[in-house]
């Protein structure tokens, strides 16, 4: 005779009484959404409303399969009836794909018959208890990516045996537990712990998803970790009907004033690609814009602008579909046009740069589907901007930068790096630069083989990149082991010391255990003598600019390269500070 738990779940399945709920995943850098993760609810007010009672009803009674296909069904179904953008994630158990009642083909079936592309679906493994047959489970997901799925892993850091998981399985999407989220923004462990992860998934070709983010400092620091994806309660509990469109409010307003140095080639600057186009106020009418439309058949938007603020554009159709309706002009003719006025618009400060303007339109593309986007200066009105001018320009930057890129890091190389100093020094402002030299590296590279040695200058130049703080900041990739870096604020030392520790400390994992102990390898010298070397080191030779004190970047370079060799005379891990080319006043560090 079935308990009363076992005649719930009968009635449950039978009668398919499951809610879909929907949490979004959204893309930090556009501020978009990626993507909703389905999650299952059992009857309210049931013992089994909760998924963990649910699941666990039906793993105890066998039926997990049947429960999870069902499940899966649902989902599929209520994403497709909502017509919600972006991919699905479907929760699935690694132990399902090898049930002997598992049928393989069935989500494929359903998707084709409602009309929904396999590659828009993301199946997530959720562990809930000690994965053994990895070889089942691998042939399981290779089969559905041969269909078009994407694979992701849930809760890395909570299972029984989340990184050999990770790396059996090689999912497309790895999501990082919500343990590891919580405080993230004062606690240094959690944030070692998920720079680590994000640095094995660049290895492993792998985006990463921050799970569980519930305040806005949490985000924030995400956000300024480079971690591409995210979910939690700041951006939006799950819900029945889901956000279709994240608030602004989350993240800033919608004008956008990014802090940027003033460049002196002003053709790389929001402010050329600016197009005179006079505003109206929110008080004009729609009989009045009417005309305007009319007179110029090319005009799509007109700016709208209170107290010399933009705060939004008409759009030429939002006008269009109220004037074509039976007696639109006579009865809304008179009427002003204020709610009309489309304010979600991409507000961009005209200093900013060509390069940070086309990271922020990307996010609004897809959600707008709008070519202009509003030029202000200091807050104030300017004019409108094309999206095609700057896609043009955007195009013309990387065909130069692609010419003179490193090939390996794709860092700038020489030339733009030259063009870098001296565009520095004509701002007559004052900044820091770094020359960045490996030590050891030829005995590792003859030893361990170029593509070790090629892994160690990728490690160091996402070290580097982390090292980053201000949008002013640059970074150029000399050729070998030697980089520059140049940086613009007064934590610039810390900025160093921080790179050294980071390398110390990432190094020796990229030793066999043997030279772990040793402290180093042995290796022929270029006289052929062999010779003990110790692990390999960073030495960073540092010079400040103040204004005025160098006229090319050929001063510079004399300058850094001095620094950098007295660098290198300091053993391990080193800092060495030339403090001042004028009081020729020497500061050295020796970190490790």
Same mark, same amino acid.
């Given at each position: 005779?079935?308990?009363?738990?076992?005649?719930?779940?009968?009635?449950?399945?039978?009668?398919?009484?499951?809610?879909?709920?929907?949490?979004?995943?959204?893309?930090?850098?556009?501020?978009?959404?990626?993507?909703? !993760?389905?999650?299952?609810?059992?009857?309210?007010?049931?013992?089994?409303?909760?998924?963990?009672?649910?699941? !666990?009803?039906?793993?105890?009674?066998?039926?997990?399969?049947?429960?999870?296909?069902?499940?899966?069904?649902?989902?599929?179904?209520?994403?497709?009836?909502?017509?919600?953008?972006?991919?699905?994630?479907?929760?699935?158990?690694?132990?399902?794909?090898?049930?002997?009642?598992?049928?393989?083909?069935?989500?494929?079936?359903?998707?084709?018959?409602?009309?929904?592309?396999?590659?828009?679906?993301?199946?997530?493994?959720?562990?809930?208890?000690?994965?053994?047959?990895?070889?089942?489970?691998?042939?399981?997901?290779? %089969?559905?990516?041969?269909?078009?799925?994407?694979?992701?892993?849930?809760?890395?850091?909570?299972?029984?045996?989340?990184?050999?998981?990770?790396?059996?399985?090689?999912?497309?999407?790895?999501?990082?537990?919500? %343990?590891?989220?919580?405080?993230?923004?004062?606690?240094?462990?959690?944030?070692?712990? &998920?720079?680590?992860?994000?640095?094995?998934?660049?290895?492993?070709?792998?985006?990463?998803?921050?799970?569980?983010?519930?305040?806005?400092?949490?985000?924030?620091?995400?956000?300024?970790?480079?971690?591409?994806?995210?979910?939690?309660?700041?951006?939006?509990?799950?819900?029945?009907?889901?956000?279709?469109?994240?608030?602004?409010?989350?993240?800033?307003?919608?004008?956008?004033?990014?802090?940027?140095?003033?460049?002196?080639?002003?053709?790389? *600057?929001?402010?050329?690609?600016?197009?005179?186009?006079?505003?109206?106020?929110?008080?004009?009418?729609?009989?009045?814009?009417?005309?305007?439309?009319?007179?110029?058949? %090319?005009?799509?938007?007109?700016?709208?602008?209170?107290?010399?603020?933009?705060?939004? +554009?008409?759009?030429?159709?939002?006008?269009?579909?109220?004037?074509?309706?039976?007696?639109?002009?006579?009865?809304?003719?008179?009427?002003?046009?204020?709610?009309?006025?489309?304010?979600?618009?991409?507000?961009?400060?005209?200093?900013?740069?060509?390069?940070?303007?086309?990271?922020?339109?990307?996010?609004?593309?897809?959600?707008?589907?709008?070519?202009?986007?509003?030029?202000?200066?200091?807050?104030?009105?300017?004019? &409108?901007?094309?999206?095609?001018?700057?896609?043009?320009? &955007?195009?013309?930057?990387?065909?130069?930068?692609?010419?003179?890129?490193?090939?390996?890091?794709? +860092?700038?190389?020489?030339?733009?790096?030259?063009?870098?100093?001296?565009?520095?020094?004509?701002?007559?402002?004052?900044?820091?630069?770094?020359?960045?030299?490996?030590?050891?590296?030829?005995?590792?590279?003859?030893?361990?083989?170029?593509?070790?040695?090629?892994?160690?200058?990728?490690?160091?130049?996402?070290?580097?990149?982390?090292?980053?703080?201000?949008?002013?900041?640059?970074?150029?990739?000399?050729?070998?082991?030697?980089?520059? *870096?140049?940086?613009?604020?007064?934590?610039? #030392?810390?900025?160093?010391?921080?790179?050294?520790?980071?390398?110390?400390?990432?190094?020796? #994992?990229?030793?066999?255990?043997? %030279?772990?102990? *040793?402290?180093?390898?042995?290796?022929?010298?270029?006289?052929?003598?062999?010779?003990?070397?110790?692990?390999?080191?960073?030495?960073?030779?540092?010079?400040?600019?103040?204004?005025?004190?160098?006229?090319? #970047?050929?001063?510079?370079?004399?300058?850094?390269?001095?620094?950098?060799?007295?660098?290198?005379?300091?053993?391990?891990?080193?800092?060495?500070?030339?403090?001042?080319?004028?009081?020729?006043?020497?500061?050295? !560090?020796?970190?490790?």
């Amino acid at each position: 005779m079935k308990n009363l738990t076992e005649l719930s779940l009968d009635i449950i399945i039978q009668s398919k009484k499951l809610s879909v709920y929907f949490q979004p995943v959204i893309e930090n850098y556009g501020h978009t959404i990626f993507g909703y !993760e389905a999650l299952i609810r059992g009857p309210v007010n049931s013992s089994l409303h909760s998924p963990v009672s649910l699941f !666990e009803a039906a793993r105890q009674q066998g039926r997990l399969v049947e429960l999870e296909l069902l499940c899966r069904e649902l989902s599929i179904l209520q994403f497709k009836w909502l017509n919600l953008p972006g991919k699905l994630f479907l929760n699935a158990s690694p132990e399902t794909l090898f049930q002997p009642n598992f049928r393989s083909g069935r989500t494929l079936n359903l998707l084709a018959r409602i009309g929904l592309d396999p590659s828009r679906v993301v199946i997530e493994l959720t562990e809930h208890s000690p994965l053994e047959n990895y070889e089942v489970v691998r042939d399981a997901l290779k %089969h559905y990516k041969e269909m078009g799925f994407e694979i992701a892993m849930d809760d890395l850091g909570s299972g029984y045996s989340g990184l050999r998981m990770w790396y059996e399985l090689r999912p497309d999407y790895v999501k990082i537990d919500r %343990h590891f989220m919580c405080d993230i923004d004062t606690d240094k462990v959690k944030q070692q712990f &998920v720079n680590s992860i994000k640095n094995i998934a660049q290895e492993l070709n792998c985006k990463i998803i921050a799970e569980g983010v519930e305040t806005e400092n949490e985000y924030r620091f995400i956000e300024k970790m480079g971690l591409q994806f995210c979910q939690g309660y700041y951006i939006s509990r799950p819900a029945l009907l889901p956000l279709r469109r994240i608030p602004d409010s989350l993240f800033s307003d919608n004008v956008i004033t990014i802090e940027s140095t003033k460049s002196v080639n002003s053709a790389t *600057m929001v402010n050329q690609l600016l197009q005179n186009v006079d505003a109206i106020s929110p008080s004009t009418t729609v009989e009045y814009c009417a005309d305007i439309f009319n007179q110029y058949p %090319h005009l799509e938007s007109i700016p709208v602008v209170e107290e010399k603020k933009a705060i939004g +554009l008409l759009r030429r159709n939002s006008l269009t579909n109220l004037l074509f309706t039976q007696y639109g002009r006579e009865l809304s003719g008179k009427k002003s046009i204020a709610s009309l006025v489309d304010s979600q618009v991409l507000v961009l400060e005209s200093s900013l740069s060509i390069e940070q303007a086309s990271i922020l339109i990307s996010g609004q593309i897809d959600r707008q589907k709008a070519l202009e986007f509003i030029i202000s200066s200091k807050g104030e009105y300017q004019g &409108v901007g094309s999206v095609i001018d700057l896609l043009r320009e &955007v195009t013309h930057l990387q065909i130069n930068n692609a010419r003179y890129a490193n090939p390996l890091t794709l +860092l700038p190389g020489n030339v733009p790096i030259s063009k870098e100093l001296d565009k520095r020094l004509q701002l007559s402002r004052p900044f820091v630069i770094c020359y960045i030299d490996l030590d050891n590296f030829k005995p590792y590279n003859d030893h361990y083989g170029y593509e070790k040695g090629d892994q160690i200058i990728l490690g160091l130049t996402n070290i580097l990149r982390q090292g980053l703080t201000h949008s002013d900041d640059f970074i150029g990739h000399i050729g070998g082991d030697d980089f520059i *870096m140049i940086l613009s604020t007064d934590n610039w #030392h810390a900025q160093c010391s921080k790179i050294l520790d980071c390398f110390s400390e990432w190094v020796r #994992h990229q030793y066999s255990p043997e %030279h772990q102990v *040793m402290g180093g390898i042995t290796g022929e010298d270029r006289a052929g003598n062999l010779q003990s070397y110790p692990l390999l080191s960073v030495s960073i030779g540092c010079v400040r600019l103040p204004p005025k004190i160098c006229t090319s #970047h050929h001063d510079v370079a004399v300058l850094a390269t001095y620094a950098k060799s007295m660098a290198k005379k300091i053993r391990g891990n080193s800092l060495f500070v030339y403090d001042s080319p004028q009081t020729a006043n020497p500061l050295q !560090e020796k970190v490790s």
